[in-house]
């Protein structure tokens, strides 16, 4: 994927968080780097809110793995944090010793069997948030997600352990699937900082007005928004199919999964596969409007899907 979408954070960049800037600055002279993306997340919503130093109500305890760094918060999510990330039904779980050692081996794996991956995941997380629904609240809890308004942070739940977007679901937990989940978002990331940082759409393109392509595998889901996605989700969507495919198809290739975790990964493999050719032949038909930088990038696609 590193022809496709960059893997290094460019050195002096809006995202760059050890770049010269007074309040990115203050906060690392005042030993308050974790919270250094919420600094960041003012500023493209331009909402006024100082998430900084909302954020800094949030305890964290220090993952580091393979001399990578990662915030794993504590306490309650700030509320002026959590209704602009769309978390407002959720709570920040409690740090228990079976979390930490999922998520430390879910880190491990990737550093040790998907080394590009922990490259990204170092490169575009900085914190995590390992989440449940409050109680009282009847929504479906979500697997893994992030949001490009809050860049270097990922969100997960207990169903990260068992939960294969979009279908596979295991009855045993397993840090293989949190691995993933946690490639997916950190990928998520990689790709909203590039195209913030680059004009991968044509003028005038827009979201609220763009052709919807038909998501026939998400039929079922009953969210009219989950049926028919927007030329730039579905090349969000494409981008980390790239990516997931190739870790599940490494997954398969080694011989110290169970059963369980291989039939799952099979499982998703086979139903990931058809689903990143479809988008990828949806994307080149809508290729108008992409810039010239945004075709090169799904001619880079197309290249790495074809070798899946």
């Known amino acids: 994927m590193s022809t496709t979408i960059a893997a290094r954070v460019p ?17 690392r ?26 954020a800094r109500t949030l305890r964290s305890e220090q993952l580091t793995v393979a001399g990578a760094a990662f915030d794993w918060f504590d306490a309650e999510l ?43 995941m ?21 697997t893994s997600s992030s949001d490009p308004a809050l860049p270097y942070v990922i969100v997960f739940s207990d ?6 977007p979009p279908n596979t679901v295991s009855p045993q937990p397993s840090p293989l699937f949190l691995a993933e989940n946690l490639l997916h978002e950190g990928t998520h990331q990689s790709i909203a900082l590039h195209i913030h940082q680059h004009q991968v759409f044509a003028d005038g393109y827009s979201s609220e007005t763009s052709p919807k392509i038909e998501i026939a595998w998400r039929a079922g889901q009953g969210v009219a928004r989950n049926q028919s996605w927007e030329i730039d989700r579905a090349f969000h969507a494409t981008c980390v199919y790239n990516q997931l495919l190739r870790f599940r198809r490494t997954e398969l290739d080694r011989d ?18 058809p689903a990143a050719h479809y988008l990828m032949r949806e ?18 696609l197309r290249q790495q899907i074809d070798q899946l």
Do not use: Q
């Open 283 to 300: 994307l080149e038909n809508l290729a108008g409007h992409f810039t010239p930088h945004g075709v090169d990038l799904l001619t880079g």
């Open 159 to 164: 169903k990260a352990r068992h939960h294969i």
């Open 29 to 54: 002279e005042e030993g308050a780097e974790s919270v250094l993306p919420f600094a960041l997340m003012g500023r493209i919503l331009r909402s006024g809110t100082p998430y900084a130093e909302h």
């Open 78 to 120: 700030p509320r002026e944090i959590a209704d602009d990330v769309s978390l407002a039904n959720y709570r920040i779980v409690e740090h228990t010793d079976e979390r930490r050692a999922a998520l430390t081996t879910a880190l491990d794996r990737l550093s040790l069997v998907h080394p590009e991956g922990f490259e990204r």
């Open 11 to 27: 050195s002096g960049s809006f995202f760059d968080l050890t770049r010269s800037d007074p309040e990115l600055t203050r906060l």
């Open 256 to 273: 110290d999964l169970t059963a369980d975790e291989r039939a799952s990964f099979r499982n998703a493999y086979d139903e990931g596969l």
């Open 122 to 142: 170092r490169e575009f997380v900085r914190g995590m948030l390992w989440v449940g629904l409050k109680p009282g609240v009847s929504a479906s809890l979500l």
